[in-house]
């Protein structure tokens, strides 16, 4: 949806991801990003927290919630983008609280101070439009002799 706040945050995971299936059979997943900004002091030689510790609650769901309770745990370093969203519920003894949560739309480890081995997991839904899914419309580019539709030399994507 236009409109919609967008941030990225790059803290760990104060928990492992707890992952769920909703009653509709969705998966979710939702784990707590705590992100500390800090300044180093050049007189001290050393790094300080400059600010309070954000603790952002994401929710991940679908295949993405798959991978995130498959691949993160607890204290990893992660990048999160998503969307703000606010939700206002009704506590056991009747009072209204609000939340400000993430919904997730991309996550991963952080590659800054440590390593990770990339796994492609198997493609559900493609979207439509999506270039080696379907054939040329009518009056689009040709494909290759031999019924392929990747460029010359190119056998795989290009990813």
Known sequence: MAGEPVITVVGNLTDDPDIRTTPSGDTVTHFTVASTPR???????????????????????????????ESLTRGTRVIVQGRLRQRTFE???????????????????????????????PR???PAGDRFAAAPAAGGPPGREDGERHAPGESELPF
Do not use: I, M
């Not at 180093?40 to 991978?67: G, I, K, M, P, V």
């Open 39 to 69: 300044t180093f002091d050049r007189r001290s030689n050393e790094w300080r927290d400059s600010a309070e510790t954000l603790f952002l609650r994401c929710s991940a769901w679908r295949q993405e919630a798959e991978h995130v309770a």
């Open 124 to 126: 559900t839904g493609v």
């Open 91 to 121: 506590t056991r003894q009747g009072e209204k609280r609000t939340v400000v949560e993430c919904e997730v739309d991309e996550v991963g480890p952080s590659l800054r101070f440590a390593g990770a081995t990339v796994a492609r997991g």
